[in-house]
């Protein structure tokens, strides 16, 4: 049963500490998309990648986040330091590039305190 | 920049009944695909339904289907024989074929099965 997993699914935090974000896309899927979900913003695109390349990252604050394709079967999602305000699910999607349908992961639910 | 817009927060339906959720879109764009993804309580995205905007053809998945009025640029969801299952945010998203490829998504709409 091919899925996007996500890890942690949880992770409660201290502002101001480090915070990575791990994504296993759908083996074979060359894009992968990163989304942060809140209740005032709803679901925003933060970056996404083809064939590892980063090809855009400008919904993300780039003075403390960071997104990495270190090779096909992991990106992960930075940030450093950590923010109440970055409070949010984030989700990770793959798809394939040819394709219509994105798959999602089941999100990491961060809370920064 | 596109833009969806969700403009029923949140709906309510009665067990077996029919209901449908609306939604708007703006693009300049001729060629795209527009989405309606399902949020239950567990956080996962599931995909509900898609059309493609060069199809006419209204898309239909069971007991979800779609009103699609490319020129009126509006997408809405009808679900029939609505069951307890169905409960959730639904999201409509767009998305173009070709370059960037992202979703952009409306706002959702909160969903509520009464028995």
């Known amino acids: 049963d091919a899925r996007v997993t996500q890890t942690p699914r949880h992770k409660v935090t201290e502002m101001g500490q480090e915070v990575t974000m791990r994504c296993q896309p759908i083996?074979?899927?060359?894009?992968v998309f990163w989304y942060r979900q809140t209740m005032m913003q709803g679901l925003e695109l933060l970056a996404y990648?083809?064939?590892?390349?980063?090809?855009?990252d400008s919904g993300m604050p780039k003075d403390r986040f960071s997104a990495e394709m270190p090779d096909a079967t992991l990106a992960t999602l930075k940030i450093q330091p950590s923010e109440p305000r970055d409070s949010a699910v984030y989700f990770c999607?793959?798809?394939?590039?040819?394709?219509?349908?994105?798959?999602f992961g089941q999100g990491t639910r961060l809370t920064v305190v | 920049a596109q833009t969806v817009t969700q403009s029923q927060p949140e709906m309510s339906v009665q067990e077996a009944e029919t209901v449908t959720l609306s939604c708007t879109y703006d693009?300049?764009?001729?060629?795209?695909?527009l989405f309606w993804y399902k949020q239950p309580p567990s956080r996962q995205m599931i995909l509900v339904i898609r059309?493609?905007?060069?199809?006419?053809q209204n898309a239909t998945e069971n007991r979800f289907s779609v009103n699609f009025q490319k020129a009126a640029k509006s997408f809405s969801l009808k679900i029939s024989d609505s069951q307890l299952g169905d409960a959730a945010m639904y999201f409509c998203?767009?998305?173009?074929?070709?370059?960037?490829?992202?979703?952009?998504f409306g706002q959702g709409t909160r969903l509520t099965i009464n028995p």
């Open positions: 990648f083809r064939n590892r390349a980063p090809l855009d």
């Open positions: 998203a767009y998305r173009t074929p070709r370059g960037a490829q992202k979703l952009v």
């Open positions: 999607a793959s798809q394939l590039v040819r394709s219509t349908e994105a798959f």
């Open positions: 083996l074979g899927h060359n894009t």
């Open positions: 693009t300049s764009e001729s060629d795209y695909y």
């Open positions: 059309q493609e905007a060069y199809k006419q």
